[in-house]
């Protein structure tokens, strides 16, 4: 009769532990997928994340009065980045430019630079200059001037001068879906 009972309580005892097993088991099989689905996830956006150049950003929004157009890989770009900007060619990744014709104060310049470090003061002091610029020679072009916008966007930085600055972030941000 004691060996009966020491038998029942070894199987019962045998079956807890196997259920707890099961359960331990299946508790980390369902977080491993939840993990996979994750790291599935992130992977799925990043790779779905639209890889875009600057020059295409500026075809792709830039008004039509914004004729004038320089772009990272160009002789012209290359010798006035720091005439434009003031710094080094080397130090930007990607960038483009195109600006209005006849004296317009119009201008869409984008800039990725290394290591993604911000451009903000620089298109600031890009913007300070060409207000400067503006105020005596063409002082219509002002309200342009004091309306533009400078962002950072998908490891861009853009400055959009324009009587249309909305206009021109969208289709900047459509182009960048």
Known sequence: MFIERDNMKLKL??????????????ACAESDSK??????????SSS????????ELIN???????TEKAYYADDIFKSNTKKLYGID????VDGAIAYGDNGSADELSVLKLKEGASAKNLLEARLSNRKTQFENYKPSEMPKLESAQIYETNGFWIMIVSDDTDSIKEKLNNSMR
């Open 13 to 26: 005892l045998s079956v807890l532990l196997s259920s707890l097993l099961i359960v331990g088991l299946t």
């Open 35 to 44: 993990e996979d689905s994750l790291t599935s996830n992130e992977s799925m």
């Open 60 to 66: 792709s929004a830039a008004a039509d009065n914004m």
């Open 48 to 55: 779905t994340a639209v890889e875009i150049s600057a020059d």
């Open 89 to 92: 060619y080397d130090e930007i």
